[in-house]
């Protein structure tokens, strides 16, 4: 296997090169105009790219400092599912502002007894004339004060077995009747929240797809590899690699310290494997299937390895907030970070200390490391199901990945 990207005078790198010369300072609606938002998205919205191409899109894009539109969750979950079930109108109206970030998204799924086994959910959504009637609450909405539109999950029958009477919506955060509370962090920062619905009314073209249907696309939401590709930090794609910590910290003359440094590097360069075989099943046509769930599950613990390390390393200042050098070293963790105007810099976050503290947050945040466990014991090691032991039934969920029974 060649583990290289396409070399320098790869013609799909000069393009892009050509591009960035005719926009050496592109704005967020230059790059989603011309398709490099989300390269692997049909035209006109992205470029059709393959994985290489996607990558090499990517890399030019980093290599030329271009910072790109911030809406994690508009551009790597709901679009994806917007492409697979929405229908042209919705399309063409919310896919351009997700992608140049001028509308940011949240994803309205967890309820305080349905995180795991998300399709336990009790939110409902009754149609009334041409609206649905939503009433309901969700909890550690990302986001969500911040956001312009939200993709919510609810019951349309409850008569149904659970997973069958879950619909998808399109929900705006600014409809009567929506309340949101925030919950402070233990980063000092403020990003999630709890949604309350009281009779909000929600016009009946924001439905996705199907009525029923939504399990199927919560599943498309979900199952979204775009991150798996990516060669991002330890922090879901932000913060460092293992490899800026390691350049950091040089010289390490404590051997104790050494044996940790070599450790992470050694986990970096396996992942690195595991998303290089990710990307040949992808180029092949295949589904990444339970790798995704083993690199998620390895990502997340090197992550918190790696940000104790880094604290560890930088001393008495990995106390404190705020510490300037280590300025680009976190993720957007605080909502004054998230917005989609904010420069880079101030997206990037205060200090290591930070990122220390949100890594606590990886092995729970889309699919927690026990759940990953479940997926990778039955689907890869061939064990009995997981049992649901109130229902004495198999037990699945959206975020185990577990097909739907
Ligand atoms: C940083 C972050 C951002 C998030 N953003 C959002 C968001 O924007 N929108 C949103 O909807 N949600 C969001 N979440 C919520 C997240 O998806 C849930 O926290 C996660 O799915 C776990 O659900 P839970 O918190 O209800 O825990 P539970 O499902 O109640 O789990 C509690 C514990 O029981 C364990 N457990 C549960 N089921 C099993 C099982 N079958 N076998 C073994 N162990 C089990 C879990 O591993 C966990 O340790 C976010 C979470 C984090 C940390």
């Known amino acids: 296997m060649d583990f290289a990207l396409p070399a320098d005078d790869d013609p799909r790198r000069r393009e892009v090169r050509a591009w960035l010369d005719d926009h050496p300072e592109p704005s967020a609606a230059d790059l989603a105009a011309a398709g490099y938002v989300a390269p692997h998205w049909p035209a ?136 949101i509370r925030p919950i402070g962090e233990m980063t000092g920062g403020h990003t999630f929240n709890e949604v309350f619905f009281t009779d909000v009314r929600i016009p009946a073209i924001n439905l996705v797809g199907d009525l029923h249907d939504g399990w199927r696309l919560a599943k498309v939401t979900l199952g979204n590899e775009r991150i798996s590709l990516s060669s991002g930090g330890v922090l879901w794609g932000n913060g460092p690699t293992a490899l800026d910590v390691i350049e950091a910290a040089r010289p390490v003359a404590d051997p104790l310290l050494r044996q940790r440094y070599a450790q992470i590097y050694i986990e970096h360069r396996v992942l690195d494997l595991i998303r290089m075989r990710t990307l040949t099943a992808r180029l092949k046509g295949e589904q990444p299937g339970a790798e995704a769930s083993v690199r998620k599950l390895l990502a997340d613990q090197h992550g918190q390895v790696v940000m104790n390390l880094a ?77 649901d032991v109130q229902r004495g039934q198999p037990w699945s969920s959206v975020r185990a990945g577990a097909d739907v029974p």
């Open 44 to 179: 006109p919205y992205g470029i059709d790219a393959d994985p290489i191409h996607q990558l090499i899109v990517d890399d030019e894009l980093r290599h030329a400092r271009v910072r790109m539109p911030v809406n994690p969750i508009g551009i790597g979950w709901a679009g994806p599912t917007l492409l697979f079930a929405g229908s042209a109108d919705q399309q063409e109206r919310y896919l351009p502002p997700i992608l140049d970030g001028s509308e940011f998204w949240c994803q309205l799924f967890s309820e305080p007894g349905s995180g795991s086994d998300l399709a336990n959910l009790g939110t409902r959504a009754i149609r009334d004339g041409d609206d649905f009637v939503v009433n309901g609450q969700k909890i550690w909405t990302s986001g969500a004060h911040i956001s312009r539109f939200g993709i919510l999950l609810a019951r349309t029958d409850s008569e149904a077995p659970k997973h069958r009477g879950i619909s998808y919506f399109i929900c705006p955060m600014d409809a009567d009747g929506i309340e």
């Open 311 to 387: 604290r560890d390393t930088i001393g008495a200042d990995g106390m404190l907030t705020g510490v300037e050098q280590a300025r680009g070293f976190v993720p957007g963790t605080d909502s004054a970070n998230l917005g989609p105007d904010k420069p880079e810099s101030e997206m990037t976050g205060p200090s290591w200390h930070d990122g220390f503290l949100f890594s606590a947050a990886l092995t729970v945040g889309g699919g927690t490391t026990e759940v990953q466990r479940n997926i990778i014991a039955e689907r890869v090691l061939g064990l009995p199901h997981d049992l």
